[in-house]
T-cell receptor
């Protein structure tokens, strides 16, 4: 009955590799997000999709590419991983304009780049 | 631009009351959130204020003054499980309705 799920929970990889993180929500929400939380615990939005359309694209290196195959899924692919990409990545979802405004977060993916 | 300020750390005693302040500057304003985040876990929603005043929800209350760009989260009858980071976040009027900007969080430690 998990609302927002992400896989994997932990990801350890070498610099230069390409990796993907998957996110799924079963709340019926129309909007999904990717956030990055660095070592200082600062939570920063990266991307947002509304009904499979990209609506927020913050200043993020183009090595990061989100993909939304349907409104229940939002995946994040990262090319040529760098040391600075090490962080916790959170997926979230919400129903924009639906009365309830809060975002529901997944458990996070802790990415470590060696 | 947007700027959100909150204290980095606070300490309080079990059973007491603590107030966590948040000030913000945004080009427009369309709501303020408080989230709780335990270490190693995801943020969870606590409250949302869009109009001035106090919203009470059990032991937690959130206050907003739009004219002052100020909010606080009030936690009563503190319990050890309240030890967590508390994130203030603002939605501005001119960005996408889905975009919220988070402050850096206040780490609250509860001592017995």
């Amino acid at each position: 009955d998990t609302a927002v799920s992400q896989t994997p929970k932990y990801l350890v990889t070498q610099m230069g590799n390409d990796k993907s993180i998957k996110c799924e929500q079963n709340l019926g929400h129309d909007t999904m997000y990717w956030y990055k939380q660095d070592s200082k615990k600062f939570l920063k939005i990266m991307f947002s999709y509304n009904n499979k359309e990209l609506i927020i694209n913050e200043t993020v290196p183009n090595r990061f590419s989100p993909k939304s195959p349907d409104k229940a899924h939002l995946n994040l692919h990262i090319n040529s991983l760098e040391l600075g990409d090490s962080a916790v990545y959170f997926c979230a979802s919400s129903q924009v304009g639906g009365g309830r405004v809060e975002q529901f977060f997944g458990p996070g993916t802790r990415l470590t780049v060696l | 631009g947007q700027n959100i300020d909150q204290p980095t750390e606070m300490t309080a005693t079990e059973g007491a009351i603590v107030q966590i302040n948040c000030t913000y500057q945004t080009s427009g304003f369309n709501g303020l959130f408080w989230y709780q985040q335990h270490a190693g876990e995801a943020p969870t929603f606590l409250s949302y204020n869009v109009l001035d005043g106090l919203e009470e929800k059990g032991r937690f209350s959130s206050f907003l003054s739009r004219s002052k760009g100020y909010s606080y989260l009030l936690l009563k009858e503190l319990q050890m499980k309240d030890s967590a980071s508390y994130l203030c976040a603002v939605r501005d009027r001119y960005s996408s309705a889905s975009k919220i900007i988070f402050g850096s969080g206040t780490r609250l430690s509860i001592r017995p």
